[in-house]
């Protein structure tokens, strides 16, 4: 089974900033939720786990499953948010809120990174990946998690980009034999 979580919590989440690449730590609250995470996969033994090279990520990992240190792939990474990056979303520009509106339709304003982009470099992870068997745990954010369920589910057209995906929200999808399933959110 491949299991794909969100970083818990950090303070710049709590402050509702546009976070990507830059490197915070999970706060308390974020520890608590990869804690909580880890005791609902209670009793899965995983093979692998691979992590975002963001501090956030990594420390999710580690907390959900301690017993094995996380390989780093730089694929998982957050999205790219450029000159918008620590960006209050109560106050948005123009040309973010344009690009909000309408994810599928609308190109991110120059100097950010593309979804079409964030979706190539999950695709060719999980192409990396997809002959592995057993538990496989992947932490990573919520943009570069959006990546990764639009390329398992084929004629999505976007849908998940304007998925809200809470820190800590757990996927799953069936894997094996060199097939990877649709994901299904883990509640």
Known sequence: MLYIIR???????Q???LQGRSDSPLDERGIAQARAASEKLTGIRFDAVYSSPLQRAVQTA???VPSLEPVIDDRLIEMDYGPYEGT???RLPPE???FFSDFRHNPAPDGMEQLSAVVARAGAFLED?????GNILLSVHAISMKGLLEYLTPGSDGAYWSKNIGNC????AENGGGRIGIPKELL
């Open 129 to 133: 990946i997809r002959a592995l068997e």
């Open 15 to 17: 402050r509702c900033l």
């Open 96 to 98: 973010i809120l344009h």
């Open 88 to 90: 209050d979303l109560s």
């Open 7 to 13: 970083h818990g919590q950090t303070e710049w989440n």
């Open 62 to 64: 580690r907390l959900v």
């Open 169 to 172: 929200a757990l996927f799953t």
